[in-house]
């Protein structure tokens, strides 16, 4: 089968960024090829015999920054201005080198190409060839050698050239000469725990060999003065790490995080805000679960969604238990108003006054003739964790059905990943040791076969023939540690951390990236330890359900959520964004987070997740904020002069856009979501998508909200009725519609 290959377009804010860091070294003159005499034996083979001694023992090192450090503040402080961030009061270098600079790119916009590409721009610009890129943990070590791999044809195409990247082995010494050697553009890859330890292997970098012409390894990487890249710095934040780093003898630093923790010369931004306002990830929607009992009852109910077409009135999804002769099962049905659940349980006592007295759309309520009333996404009566984890199943695989079903038709296929902390809630082993599901193996094929078959009709479409292609055991597997038998295994997790740094996972995950994303591969729903969070990426993720012990933290919730927030692909790799989509960018580019908490709780959470990591911004939009910021338009820089900060600031009392405490307001939020944005003064004509891209740096704490809305929301099917709908004034006359239609109409069966 041939794999899918991703296509990459370089993206004007990648360009930004880039060019961010280029710019901090502008007036440093091209030098490459700047050699040094290296210390090593002779060794002829039919390879080099051509070779002189001196050419023999040659090494290609980065040429030293030329520049001073007062020039290099300069040309930080231009840098930050025209991307509107405070300007650095010293050049900070943590003693990495003459400088240490901060890119700040939020998880999903593609901080890994971006340090690609400015390997490549710092050496067609200034000569630099040797690179070290270190990162924290062996899940990001193998993500990061993929990226080289798969971007490899891309810049090669772009520049004329290709990196040669390695992973440092201790065992394969070699790397590192060749690495010295080469006048190509270099990079070794080493995941930090492998320079920060002291057992027998890790220690022969620092150690003079014999098998390596009686050096040590270090001293060849010193020598090259290679350009550090550091890859989720935050993790790598200790004093002993730090004393350590500053032995590869940096030329300089490069730090790139959504989240950094220690802070230097930031000269690049791009936050979770930014990157949702300018549709470069996935909206976020929740389904949260709250569970309550209800007054002096064991009745079990749950209600799913409400369901909304033009030819008939609301009808609710509702799962009860019915009662038989020898078993009483949990069934969920389609119900509308006047519907008994006494009587459709076949008389259990525990329904009785459960007689459906209005469906609520609006609100996403259902109200029962004894007063009870139950929210869309609430569980009441007696549930147990078990009851909860079928529930979040369900709800993930329903979601999937809904988003595959209008992807299919596009080329995009669907894929959704569960969390979990033990594999044996999902996989166990026989006594032959044969592997077979496990409870959440059962449940997700019991109710993936329950959904199924409402897809199911006579009419074979071609999405219904690709899901009769699927077989339900085929369609979802588990991709977990792997111990000496083969079997699959809790992930061991590395000490003082909830992370995992077991390759055997890593690699298998890696490896199926791009199959995963071909409708001709089944496997459509993954299940993963939840340690291996942090390793697990594809951009077709668009249902995530963490069926996990207890509650995440904040920050946790932002890395699960992290998984899924890439814009997707379709068949032919191609990056399904703003300028391939339009407006259905966002409707297109939705992640349903499955959640094991109410919606309330888990976006309090997630929010202040991503309101601690937001960068320093203002906070309201006055004259003088615009006054003297410098934009970049059409490659040059302009300054907002004092005549545009007080049009602007006029601009945006005129339209409503600011409130009286020069706060940015909702109307502003509404037009700018809508494309309906009024225009600028003639004043600023010319400066339109800067003055917006300032107004739109303040920090607002309601945009927070627009970022994730709550999955349970009532969804219109079929022919989608118009906006009114929604309008505040239409609730009365569609609460009175509702109601004289329930009672006066014949309805067709609804059952399931």
């Not at 190509?184 to 057992?199: E, K, L, P, S, T």
Request: with cysteine; net charge negative.
């Amino acid at each position: 089968m041939a794999e899918m290959k991703f296509k990459f377009t370089i993206q004007p804010y990648q360009t930004e960024a880039v060019d961010s860091v280029a710019g901090v070294f502008a007036g440093q003159p091209f030098n490459d090829h700047f050699t040094y005499r290296r210390d090593v034996e002779i060794q002829r083979d039919v390879t080099n015999w051509m070779l002189s001694d001196e050419e023999l023992s040659m090494g290609f090192a980065n040429a030293k920054v030329q520049l001073d450090s007062g020039q290099l503040l300069e040309n930080i402080h231009r840098i930050q201005a025209r991307n509107n961030i405070k300007l650095s009061d010293s050049l900070k270098s943590g003693g990495l080198g003459v400088c240490s600079l901060d890119v700040e790119m939020e998880t999903g916009t593609g901080k890994t190409y971006v340090y690609i590409k400015t390997m490549f721009e710092l050496n067609k610009l200034y000569g630099w060839s040797k690179f070290i890129v270190v990162v924290p943990s062996i899940a990001i070590r193998e993500g990061v050698q993929k990226s080289f791999e798969t971007m490899r044809e891309h810049f090669k195409a772009y520049y004329g050239k290709i990196i040669r990247p390695f992973v440092y082995n201790s065992k394969k010494l070699s790397d590192i000469d060749n690495y010295s050697q080469s006048t190509d553009i270099n990079v070794m890859i080493i995941n930090i725990q492998a320079f920060n330890a002291r057992g027998k292997d890790a220690r022969r970098i620092r150690t003079e060999l014999d098998d390596f012409g009686t050096r040590r390894p270090i001293d060849v990487i010193q020598a090259n003065r290679p350009i550090v890249i550091l890859d989720e710095p935050q993790k790598m934040g200790g004093k002993a790490t730090q004393e350590n780093l500053k032995e590869f003898n940096p030329l300089f630093c490069l730090n790139y995080s959504a989240t950094h923790k220690q802070h230097h010369n930031l000269v690049y931004v791009l936050d979770a805000l930014d990157a949702y306002n300018q549709k470069l990830v996935k909206k976020i929607e929740v389904k949260g679960f709250d569970i309550k009992n209800l007054r002096g009852t064991d009745s079990y109910l749950f209600l799913e969604s409400i369901v909304i077409s033009p030819k008939k009135p609301p009808m609710a999804r509702i799962e009860f238990e019915v009662g038989y002769n020898k078993s009483i099962n949990r069934e969920t049905r389609i119900l509308a108003v006047d519907d008994d659940l006494f009587s459709l349980s076949k008389n259990m006592e525990q329904y009785l006054g459960y007689r459906i007295s209005e469906i609520d759309p609006i609100r996403g309520t259902v109200t029962f003739t004894n007063g009870e009333v139950i929210h869309t996404g609430e569980v009441i009566g007696d549930v147990s964790e078990a009851d909860l984890r079928r529930v979040q199943i369900r709800e993930t695989i329903r979601s999937h059905f809904e988003k595959e079903k209008e992807l299919y038709s596009k080329g995009i296929k669907t894929l959704s990943l569960f969390f979990i902390d033990e594999v044996a809630k999902y996989r166990k082993y026989d006594e032959d040791g044969n592997e077979i599901n496990s409870e959440y193996g059962e449940i997700f094929e019991q109710e993936y076969t329950d959904i199924l078959n409402e897809y199911l009709t006579l009419f074979h479409t071609p999405y219904e023939q690709y899901l009769r292609s699927i077989d339900v055991h085929s369609t979802h597997a588990g991709y977990f540690s792997i111990d000496k038998k083969g079997r699959k295994v809790d992930s061991s997790l590395k000490r003082g951390s909830d992370e995992s740094d077991d390759i055997s996972a890593y690699d298998l995950i890696l490896k199926d990236k791009e199959r995963l994303l071909s409708f001709k591969n089944p496997v459509r729903f993954i299940f993963s330890h939840s340690a291996l969070r942090e390793g697990w990426d594809n951009p077709n993720v668009f249902q995530i359900c963490t069926l996990k012990h207890g509650g995440s933290s904040p920050t946790q919730k932002r890395q699960e959520v992290g998984r899924g927030l890439r814009l997707c692909v379709n068949q032919n790799g191609e990056r399904q964004d703003y300028d391939t989509l339009g407006s259905q960018m966002q409707e297109i580019n939705l992640l349903t987070v499955v959640a094991s908490d109410g919606y309330r709780d888990f976006v309090a959470d997630l929010q202040k997740g991503i309101r601690e990591d937001l960068y320093d911004r203002p906070t309201t939009a006055t004259a003088e904020y615009f006054i003297g910021k410098t934009l970049s338009i059409g490659g040059s820089d302009v300054t907002v002069s004092d005549k545009q900060g007080r049009d602007i600031y006029r601009y945006l009392i005129k339209n409503d856009y600011i409130d009286e405490d020069d706060h940015v307001t909702d109307k502003y939020r509404a037009d700018l979501a809508n494309e309906a944005l009024a225009p600028v003064p003639e004043s600023c004509k010319e400066i339109t998508d800067g003055v917006h891209a300032l107004i739109q740096s303040i920090f607002d704490e309601h945009a927070l909200d627009d970022m994730i809305s709550d999955g349970h929301e009532t969804k219109i099917q079929e022919n989608a009725l118009n906006d009114n709908f929604y309008k505040k004034e239409f609730q009365t006359l569609w609460n009175y519609i509702n109601h004289k239609y329930g009672r006066t109409q014949l309805r067709e069966p609804h059952c399931l």
